[in-house]
């Protein structure tokens, strides 16, 4: 009788779908394609993903793997993430499994946990959601936060531009396939099965390697202006032609990004920088006129009027380490990388305030905080993100002080690989020094007997420098200069026209060159790129 009422509740009759409603868009016609058709190797299914389908399915709901993942096994590679949709609701879900959490207000969805600490794994199970008009939906002329009490108990609620700030009226599969953005997300993978659902052509999509939009384009940016930034995204890391009818709404309906949240708006950034590609990203952004005022931290890097060849270059190696990193299944932090895209900003700031009289690390301090207030406003979970950023950049200053205990201290920093990452990618631009890059990365390996030898060998250097501008001649001696030598040569005393002789000075005893120091010449060093 419950299942019977839920079924109800979420528009099935008789195991057929619901009639479309009026204002819908064509909804699709469901076609499974077998394993024959679509390829996908099950070995590549998460097993994880798969036992929360069972789970589903053993309970008497459908559940399917869904979204990206499909998408990604179609096309060979091995997804990050696996998400699973299904028509049981999230307070169902979350009975079903002993670690569940419902989370999220917008779209209220359900994590289910396994493994604990850092190793992990979320499986991220949504509801099938039902495709609700903007026209029929409630309104309000705020945002989310302005209008908070207004939609707090309401499940289907747009704002003035159409943009969705709720989405949580369940509905039948059909009808959630047609309110995803584009079709090559838009399929459901049965694992058990070994069937691909497909409604609206991904599959084809997929192998012509275009990214279509379901339904009319400006309509579905109006709902949601992130898909303007997912769509570039998509374009970027898969290599996708981009279907013209779902680009040409892009740059003249790019405004509404206006209104979405700064922290959503940053959260996206972030995915458009690790996925890999982030070169091709910022291409694509170009190529759409979206490189100057969607994202404050890119315009520093993007803007024609703020580049110059240090910066460029610097921020090109950065982010072509980035995606070296991500290629290999290393981990990216977003702390470091925008680090990096924001660093010439930081200098900038810094060597004004030195000019003004301040002292190196007040000015340091201040030009960061001036930064983070220009470049990344007050967003969710700004406070860790500036902590790690200010510690890689507070570090910079440090690596040039090789003396005393400091360079002991500074290796034992919880960051300090992700300074010495940033000292790098600084001397691989010009910099700094190639030599001091080394000299750490030799330093960081060495036991406590090389790193004495390395700290006496620039004590040595030094002292040698000093010793070389000690023995330099002051200008107005450099014309006596071969009449002195002569003269000392012949035994007499030769001083300058109406002057006294000075008497000879004590040469002063030269100090050898420890064998350890000699041993360990800076620069000599390979550190990993």
């Known amino acids: 009788m419950i299942k019977k009422l839920i079924d109800k509740l979420l528009g099935k009759t008789g195991g057929r779908q619901a009639a479309p409603r009026p204002g819908m868009p064509v909804l699709g016609r469901r076609v499974e394609v077998p394993k024959s058709v679509h390829g996908i190797d099950p070995a590549w299914v998460d097993e994880r993903a798969v036992k929360v389908v069972r789970t589903l399915t053993e309970a008497g709901y459908e559940a399917y793997i869904v979204g990206g993942a499909v998408r990604d096994l179609l096309l060979g590679l091995r997804p990050k993430d696996f998400d699973v949709a299904t028509n049981a609701p999230p307070e169902q879900v979350k009975a079903l499994f002993r670690r569940a959490f419902i989370v999220g207000r917008r779209f209220r969805i359900v994590h289910v946990v396994f493994g604990r600490g850092r190793d992990h794994e979320v499986i991220e199970v949504s509801t099938f959601r039902a495709y609700v008009d903007a026209a029929s939906a409630e309104q309000v002329q705020g945002n989310e936060k302005t209008s908070k009490s207004q939609i707090a108990d309401k499940n289907h609620v747009v704002d003035a531009s159409g943009r969705v700030l709720r989405d949580n009226v369940w509905g039948p599969q059909i009808e959630d396939a047609a309110r995803r953005d584009f079709t090559i997300n838009a399929m459901y993978y049965d694992p058990q099965r070994e ?38 995204r998509f374009a970027a890391k898969l290599g996708f032609e981009i279907e ?72 090109q190696l950065a982010l072509a380490d980035t995606d070296r990193r991500v290629a290999e299944g290393k981990p990216v932090a977003p702390s470091f990388m925008l680090a990096c895209m924001l660093w010439h900003d930081v200098l900038d700031r810094w060597q004004r305030r030195q000019a003004q009289g301040e002292s190196a690390s007040q000015a340091l301090g201040l030009a960061i905080d001036e930064v983070f207030d220009a470049r990344i406003g007050d967003i969710s979970g700004r406070g860790k993100l500036a902590a790690d950023m200010r510690e890689i950049w507070m570090m910079q200053p440090r690596f040039e002080r090789r003396s005393g205990h400091g360079p002991f201290t500074l290796v034992q920093q919880p960051r300090f690989r992700a300074g010495f990452d940033f000292l790098r990618l600084r001397a691989e631009a010009g910099e700094v020094d190639p030599a001091l890059a080394r000299w750490w990365e030799e330093f960081s390996q060495a036991d406590e007997s090389g790193r004495h030898s390395l700290l006496e060998a620039v004590r040595e250097q030094q002292r040698a420098v000093q010793r070389s501008r000690g023995r330099r ?56 790129p």
């Open 244 to 315: 013209p009818k779902t680009r040409e709404p892009i740059q003249r309906m790019a405004h509404l990004l206006d209104n979405v949240p700064a922290s959503r708006l940053f959260d996206e950034m972030i995915k458009l920088l690790q996925t890999g590609h982030a070169l091709a990203s910022l291409q694509e952004l170009r190529k759409h006129g979206l490189h100057r005022g969607v994202f404050p931290i890119l315009d520093v890097v993007l803007d024609e009027q703020q580049r110059h060849d240090g910066r460029e270059k610097f921020v």
């Open 473 to 528: 001649k002051p200008a107005h001696l450099e014309a006596h200069g071969d009449a002195l030598v002569e003269a000392q040569g012949a035994g007499a005393s030769v001083a300058p026209s109406g002057e006294e002789a000075a008497p000879a000075r004590k040469r002063r005893r030269r100090r050898r060159k420890s064998a350890a120091a000699a041993a360990a010449p800076a620069g000599d060093a390979s550190h990993e």
């Open 195 to 232: 069937i691909v659902v497909d409604y609206h052509g991904g599959i084809a999509d997929v192998k012509k390697r275009v990214l279509r939009m379901i339904g009319d384009p400006p309509t579905r940016y109006r709902e949601d202006p992130v898909r303007i930034i997912r769509v570039v």
